[in-house]
């Protein structure tokens, strides 16, 4: 018997893959919406540590 409420989210970033698994609510409405939240949150926060990244390397080229 499968486990029911079992997600992967996955995303590929610069050639790494990042993956994720979530036991999440067995509720079919519930689990859809919950994943998909789950996948936004994953991007804005790898997009927000890119930005980051780019603004700490514009700030030391300010610096030079």
Same mark, same amino acid.
């Given at each position: 018997?499968?486990?029911?409420?079992?997600?992967?989210?996955?995303?590929?970033?610069? =050639?790494?893959?990042?993956?994720?698994? $979530?036991?999440? %609510?067995?509720?079919?409405? #519930?689990?859809?919406?919950?994943?998909?939240?789950?996948?936004? =949150?994953?991007?804005?926060?790898?997009? $927000?540590?890119? %930005?980051?990244?780019?603004? #700490?390397?514009?700030?030391?080229?300010?610096?030079?």
């Amino acid at each position: 018997e499968k486990p029911v409420g079992i997600v992967y989210i996955a995303i590929k970033y610069k =050639n790494k893959n990042i993956v994720k698994k $979530f036991n999440l %609510f067995p509720k079919r409405d #519930l689990h859809r919406e919950i994943a998909s939240n789950v996948a936004l =949150n994953m991007l804005r926060l790898l997009l $927000f540590k890119w %930005f980051l990244q780019k603004r #700490l390397v514009l700030i030391k080229q300010l610096e030079l």
